[in-house]
């Protein structure tokens, strides 16, 4: 592939991890540990995520279940969740924090698709400005020692690249709107 292509085709990549990486943050009925990925807390002054202050695990469908490795870390981790967008109220043994999940309604299902093609809508106008950016870098290029031929040919590829990414965004979504109405 020529090295023109390959920065746009890496901004692209980016761009579909950044989409799973949001995608994966939208619960789904089921309790997955990745909803708290965005979730930090004070630890002995520093922003931590929680996966590095706790033993994270999943012992019903329903239930996350967070063991804090020093005592202390309770009450933080309680209140980082509250402050959270997650919406669920942790509630706190003693020595683990749990999770859980409410059944999810149909109304708030179709708000999560909604918000889950959203996502996708974003991630697709970000590739085709990337899109946009490469071929504007090419028309540039006329005048050097590049050919009008050679510049066709980096818009096609590009396009191709385009298509292909779009595709796969479009995919992702299609599979996390699937998981969010699968009760």
Do not use: C
Request: aromatic content about 4%; glycine content about 4%; hydrophobic content about 35%.
């Amino acid at each position: 592939m020529n090295e023109k292509l390959q920065v746009y085709e890496e901004k692209m990549k980016k761009t579909l991890a950044n989409l799973d990486g949001e995608l994966a943050t939208i619960r789904a009925g089921r309790a997955n540990p990745n909803v708290l990925n965005k979730i930090t807390v004070d630890y002995y002054g520093t922003p931590t995520p929680i996966q590095q202050v706790a033993n994270i695990s999943v012992p019903e469908a329903r239930m996350i279940q967070i063991q804090p490795w020093e005592k202390s870390m309770l009450k933080v981790i309680e209140k980082a969740i509250n402050m959270s967008d997650l919406g669920i109220n942790p509630t706190n043994d003693g020595t683990t924090v749990r999770l859980v999940f409410p059944e999810l309604t149909e109304e708030r299902r179709k708000e999560l698709v909604k918000d889950v093609k959203k996502k996708g809508e974003q991630a697709k106008v970000a590739i085709r400005n990337i899109r946009r950016d490469g071929n504007d870098a090419f028309k540039k290029l006329k005048g050097s020692d590049v050919s009008e031929d050679e510049i066709k040919d980096l818009e096609d590829q590009l396009q191709k690249l385009t298509d292909k990414y779009v595709a796969e965004a479009e995919k992702s979504v299609e599979h996390k709107s699937k998981e969010v109405m699968t009760v």
